[in-house]
């Protein structure tokens, strides 16, 4: 899906055809997402980011025919901007705030695999560390309530957390529990921070990102 002022679709769309899929563009304003097996929100700046990020993104046309399409189970996947547009529609639960030290950060920081009875992370084991770049000024994540956070843990939803080399948390944005992505209860609608599309190459900086988007494919 391609918001005005997204950034990563051209990256994203490489990343999944390096990995054999066939990948379309649909424009924000479109009521047709042309039959898809998966369909992925890039990271980028949705409308300037004005209001909050993803804030204004949730009311383009075509999020209404994501919701439906998520609704009958099928496949959704939210990197950074298209995460905060998933927690704007409310298609995952919680939102985003400001960074802890307010400042952007962009960089390569580990995460580590918390739960991978799902279709998005099911190539990589529980407890593995995997080496994803970050790109964002508001990722620090936060649940509505205590309750909330309890129930995603509970659920089985907290799915990456930022780590360090060694698998400790290491919490670049305040997020709570240092959570670096999360999916919906159903298990069909996934958003993370990190850009896996990034991390495709180990001339790159790193390729973990592969086991990522290849578990699509599947």
């Known amino acids: 899906i391609v918001f005005p002022g997204t950034n990563c679709d051209r990256d994203t769309k490489w990343a999944f055809e390096k990995i054999g899929a066939s990948v379309e563009y649909v424009w924000h304003n479109e009521h047709d997402l042309k039959n898809p097996d998966l369909v992925v929100l890039p990271g980028g700046f949705s409308y300037g980011d004005y209001l909050r990020s993803g804030a204004i993104a949730r009311f383009s046309p075509i999020m209404q025919e994501v919701k439906k ?38 960089k390569h920081h580990h995460l580590k695999v918390v739960n991978n009875n799902n279709k998005f992370l099911r ?12 790109a964002h000024a508001e990722g620090n994540y936060t649940p509505k309530s205590e309750d909330d956070l309890k129930k995603l843990w509970d659920n089985g939803q907290v799915l990456l957390q930022y780590v360090d080399v ?4 290491s919490n670049p944005n305040g997020s709570a529990d240092s959570i670096a992505g999360i999916c919906n209860q159903n298990k069909n609608v996934f958003g993370l921070m990190p850009h896996p599309e990034r991390a495709m190459e180990s001339i790159l900086g790193s390729k973990d990102g592969v086991k990522m988007l290849t578990s699509f494919m599947e």
Do not use: D
């Open 123 to 134: 190539n990589l084991s529980v407890g593995e560390i995997v080496n994803i770049p970050i």
């Open 69 to 106: 399409f998520a609704k009958k189970g099928g496949y959704v996947l939210g990197i950074c901007n298209g995460f905060q547009i998933l927690l704007e529609s409310h298609l995952l639960p919680g939102g985003m705030t400001r960074n802890e030290n307010l400042h952007f950060i962009s």
């Open 166 to 169: 060694n698998g400790n948390i």
